[in-house]
């Protein structure tokens, strides 16, 4: 556990797009974002999950109501849009599938 009380796990899967974040948001609320994403995205990636496009975008659109959820910054606010957040956060849990895997 890091000093903010992020599960590395969960740090390295959160900190795919919160860099800087924390000044805006708060460390209580990127952590309660982290587990969120991080469970969320466990609950409903299925196997092979990197593979399905259908499963990719609705991991997208669950990632995205839970940045909106917290009022997370978009990464373009003329368009309101979480584009790379997303792209990250979807990145990490790819690099994390197995260790997942292998610890349920």
């Given at each position: 556990?890091?000093?903010r009380g992020i599960y590395a796990r969960d740090s390295l899967l959160a900190g795919a797009g919160f860099r800087g974040a924390d000044a805006v948001l708060?460390?209580?609320?990127?952590?309660?974002?982290a587990h969120e994403l991080v469970e969320s995205v466990r609950k409903n990636a299925s196997i092979d999950w990197q593979l399905k496009e259908s499963v990719q975008a609705k991991l997208r659109v669950m990632v995205k109501r839970i940045l909106?959820?917290?009022k997370y910054p978009p990464?373009?606010?003329t368009t309101g849009e979480y584009t790379v957040s997303v792209t990250k956060v979807l990145e990490q849990a790819e690099l994390l599938a197995d260790f997942w895997t292998k610890e349920e």
């Open positions: 556990m890091d000093g708060g460390d209580v609320t990127l952590k309660q974002i909106r959820k917290y990464d373009d606010p």
